[in-house]
């Protein structure tokens, strides 16, 4: 069974639509993540949940917006899409929030931006 | 900035030769990991060393850390053609925000059968 789970795995849009990425985590962890994958393969962290609530919020456009209905589930949200948000998005899922743990990712999503 | 930067950015071996990549940060962790990435997928956590420990091994993976010169390493020893892979290394401490995990751009290894 796949522990982290996001999709789609691949998503071509056009400028100026709206996406939705989806996540759901079955190990019963309290705190996900997500993170934007560069060209240059830097993984930066974008948001972390911590039991549906916000904790850390890394300066990202407020055209992202992530959801989280609940603690299992962790949903991004990118309106308006540009050209500069084209990058591998990885959900992820951790027990604890403090970074003292290690993390289990999802496959990634392929956003491409045309 | 606390992320790590891992060095070589790239490395080329023989099937059974050893394997090393280093990583240096730059402020206070609480922790250092280590994880590997497969072409097209998500990220494996291979090994978490904290900071009050100086080494750690997982099979045929040798983590050292050096906090005094703000480094890690990562040996693989006797590599396969299956450790073709990026590794990353993460630091995971207290920083603007609050505590978290914060990547590097990771080391791309070859490994030719």
């Known amino acids: 069974d796949t522990a982290v789970s996001q999709t789609p795995k691949y998503l071509v849009t056009q400028m100026g639509n709206d996406k939705s990425i989806k996540c759901e985590q079955n190990?019963?962890?309290?705190?996900m993540y997500w993170y934007k994958q560069d060209s240059k393969k830097f993984l930066k962290i974008m948001f972390s949940?911590?039991?549906?609530?916000?904790?850390i919020n890394e300066t990202v456009p407020n055209r992202f917006s992530p959801k989280s209905p609940d603690k299992a589930h962790l949903n991004l949200h990118i309106n308006s899409l540009e050209l500069g948000d084209s990058a591998v998005y990885f959900c992820?899922?951790?027990?604890?929030?403090?970074?003292?743990?290690?993390?289990?990712f999802g496959q990634g999503t392929r956003l491409t931006v045309v | 900035s606390q992320q790590g930067e891992e060095d070589p950015q790239a490395l080329s071996i023989q099937e059974g030769e050893n394997a090393t990549m280093n990583c240096s940060y730059k402020?206070?962790?609480?922790?250092l990991q280590w994880y590997r990435q497969n072409s097209g997928r998500g990220l494996v956590h291979l090994i978490l060393?904290?900071?009050?420990?100086r080494e750690k091994h997982s099979g045929r993976l040798r983590v050292t850390l050096d906090t005094s010169k703000k480094s890690s390493s990562l040996l693989i020893t006797a590599s396969r053609a299956a450790d073709t892979a990026s590794y990353f290394c993460?630091?995971?401490?207290?920083?603007?925000?609050?505590?978290?995990?914060?990547f590097g751009a990771g080391t791309r290894l070859f490994v030719k059968a």
């Open positions: 992820a899922s951790s027990q604890i929030p403090t970074a003292n743990t290690e993390a289990f």
């Open positions: 190990l019963g962890h309290d705190t």
């Open positions: 949940y911590n039991n549906k609530e916000l904790i």
């Open positions: 402020t206070s962790i609480n922790n």
């Open positions: 060393i904290r900071s009050n420990e």
């Open positions: 993460a630091t995971g401490g207290l920083n603007t925000g609050g505590f978290k995990t914060i």
